[in-house]
């Protein structure tokens, strides 16, 4: 089932967003442009049939990377090849509509990501009817009523409106619908951050399932990492817009080795041994309009020295780990 | 730390007592919250846990009385001190409110009032409840935001909400909570909207600042990992009834409701490698659709027949309570 080649390379991929006050504002007040680099220089490949998992904290550019990937923004810089072709160049051609049906993204909210007047059968129908795979009726009921069969509902919800089912059943909707042009390619922004958990549980299980049944292959974004645990392959941790630490799941939790990584882990509040004292790292997210110099993480990094003040730390790759951090490099820690 | 203190009925600090909440409507009356009943000793941490609806922030809502209309308290009693605090006049319970319960809710910035200093909300809330000089007040609002670790305390004051990061309006916010030394705090979901590393430094914040005013907390989440960290003893919640009660570590390592025992393995473990989370068939009912029997019992998978017929109350199974008619001895265990 895996072939040679990664199904997903993202090269450098880059995303800055014009923040300037407006125009009038400048000229006046002397105000300066600014620009946010909400993704900076991201780097992965993902083999077909495999999960990578983003992690990181709010305003990390975990979901601005989810966009790039399905073409809702363009990159500044970089880009993304899909199957040995160049994803953003495709989009822009006719048959990048045919591209966009193999990538399909599953929104977090599925309160707002589903049209509230309209019934189940014209939301999950809706790909369909837009890339002209069915145009029969009858044909498009059947695909509809599979689908949602597929992730556990039964085809008799389809003349239902989402206002009537729960939240874990329209996030299933939506699964429906992503699955709907048979896509190879699912960028997941986080699924089931919106569920609780019994019903996070059932979503999670049917991913699973489907990915097992189909090759799917997954971006998985979320900031729980006992959730990316679960469902990953490979995991890239997040940090202001850079990738800080990419390693397969197992080495990744097993041995941590970037200090935002091993910080992230030890943050996270554990079911099993209560009453274990931690020291929570101090400090927040900077403001990513005036990042740190150097290593972004340095502010908050107890392993922190002058280079990392000074110089930006590059994605190496250190013991099959890709890894930047200086102090890693150096093996101080 | 971890003992769980002795709840005789002379000493608990509030008592919720057979509590009712509901809200009525045209299509009748929805009963939201039915027979809660828990106390909280002086300086325990009570974790109340419960996905969506499950009547969680209605209970801490019942608590300090801010009940949205038209919801009510439809029975029981709530009391605090010894005293009933449930039937109070509303300006008997502002003073109340803030004076010997504090509130601390989800989001820090509805919170806070966005057009005043940080400083001036604390100092009017100070003076609200104490009799002390503006100069005194303004000391004591400066050391309050010390002792939830801001830096620069004097010029912070002098700032408004927005200027703060959401993990240092969560700060203000607790220490407006705790600006009038209450004796029992409500935490409505504290750390919900804060990333990991933030809400981490929350929870050991909240954790000591009560141990060291040895005030009580009742901490209302849905996240499992916090309550572990954090509470001594635990409320289950489920379809606006308790479903189990006990110390925290009892809850998590040996439930005894079916409900908190599915909940337990349905949470991904950040520890362990598991190809299927256990899940949970079905959905929490609705609170027109309510089940007969126990409330849980179509998605319960040792549903016997006493189960649709009759509702169960709290029985004690082991260490903890439940409601669960498994624990009933003397009709003896089926499944």
Redesign the interface.
């Known amino acids: 089932m895996t072939s040679v080649a990664p199904l997903v390379q993202a090269h450098d991929l880059a995303k800055t967003f014009d923040v300037s006050p407006p125009w009038l504002n400048r000229v006046i007040e002397g105000k300066p442009r600014l620009m946010l680099n909400a993704v900076d220089g991201v780097s992965f490949e993902i083999e077909k049939g495999k999960t990578l998992a983003l992690v990181g ?2 305003g990390c550019g975990k979901s601005t990377v989810a966009k790039l990937l399905v073409g809702l923004y363009q990159p500044t810089r970089g880009g993304l090849t899909f199957d040995g072709q160049d994803a953003h160049a495709a989009f822009k051609t006719p048959q990048g509509r045919q591209l966009r049906s193999r990538i399909q993204m599953i929104f977090q909210d599925p309160y707002a990501s589903l049209n509230p007047r309209w019934v189940v059968e014209e939301i999950v129908g809706e790909p369909l009817r837009e890339h002209g795979l069915i145009t029969d009726e009858a044909q498009l009921k059947a695909k509809v009523g599979d689908l949602l069969k597929s992730v556990g509902l039964s085809p008799l919800d389809m003349v239902k409106y989402p206002h009537q089912f ?4 329209r996030q299933r909707i939506s699964i429906a619908r992503a699955l709907a042009t048979e896509p190879e390619f699912l960028v997941c922004d986080e699924p089931t951050s919106a569920l ?7 979503v ?2 049917i991913m ?1 399932d489907l990915q097992r049944e189909r090759g799917l292959t997954y971006l998985f974004i979320s ?5 990316v ?2 469902v990953s392959d490979h995991v890239g941790v997040m940090y202001l817009g850079r990738l800080v630490e990419l390693a397969d799941k197992q080495t990744l ?1 097993a041995a941590p080795r970037h200090p935002y990584t091993r ?10 041994d ?3 004292a ?1 020291t ?3 400090g ?2 900077p403001n990513p309009l005036n990042p740190p110099t150097g290593c972004t993480f340095h502010p908050r990094c107890p392993h922190v020295n002058d280079r990392c003040r000074a110089e930006r730390p590059q994605l190496l790759s250190i013991q099959g780990v890709k890894i930047a951090c200086h102090a890693v490099e150096e093996g101080r820690i | ?2 003992s769980t203190p002795v709840c005789g009925k002379h000493m608990s600090l509030l008592q919720v007592k057979n509590l009712m909440v509901e809200f009525p409507g045209r299509r009748g009356t929805l009963r939201a919250l039915d027979d809660i009943s828990f106390d909280i000793a002086p300086g325990e941490i009570l974790g109340v846990v419960g ?2 609806g499950a009547g969680k922030s209605l209970t801490g809502a019942a608590i300090i009385g801010l009940l949205e209309p038209p919801g009510r308290i439809g029975g029981g009693q709530i009391l605090l001190e010894g005293q009933r605090i449930d039937n109070l006049p509303y300006e008997q319970m502002r003073h109340i409110r803030g004076r010997k319960i504090g509130a601390i809710f989800q989001d820090p910035l509805t919170s806070l009032n966005p057009l005043y200093t940080v400083g001036r909300q604390l100092i009017e809330t100070i003076q609200t409840h104490l009799p002390v000089s503006n100069a005194e007040a303004r000391q004591r609002a400066i050391s309050l935001l010390q002792d939830t670790g801001i830096s620069a305390a004097e010029q912070r004051m002098e700032h408004f909400p927005h200027q703060f ?4 309006r969560q700060r203000v916010v607790i220490a407006l909570a705790l600006a009038a030394e209450p004796k029992l705090i409500v935490a409505d979901e504290p750390t919900t909207a804060l ?7 929350i ?2 914040l909240l954790k000591s600042i009560c141990k060291n005013r040895s005030a009580a907390v009742m901490l209302i989440t ?5 309550i ?3 509470c001594d003893r635990v409320a289950v919640m489920y379809a606006g009834r308790i479903a189990e009660i006990g110390p ?2 009892e809850v ?2 040996h439930p005894a409701h079916p409900y908190t025992e ?3 393995a ?6 362990l ?9 079905g ?1 929490m009912p609705r609170l027109n659709a309510i089940p007969q029997g126990c409330a849980f019992n179509p998605r319960c998978p040792k549903v016997f027949e006493r189960c649709r017929q009759e509702r169960p109350d709290l029985l004690a199974a082991g260490a903890t309570r439940a409601a669960c008619w498994l624990h009933d001895v003397p009709v003896g265990v089926t499944a």
């Open positions: 904290e709010s729960s939240g874990g059943q609780d958990v019994s019903v996070q549980a059932q999670l299980n699973k900031h729980n990492l006992a959730v645990r679960h939790f910080m992230l882990l030890d943050a996270i509040p554990k079911m099993h209560t009453g274990h931690r929570p790292v101090q927040e997210v | 730390m971890r996905e969506s990061s959401g993990g240092m990333d990991v590393s933030i809400q981490a430094q929870i050991m849905h996240d499992m990992g916090v572990a960290e954090t925290v570590h998590i390592n599915g909940l337990m349905a949470i991904p473990d950040i520890t490698d598991r190809e299927r989370l256990n899940q949970i068939d959905a």
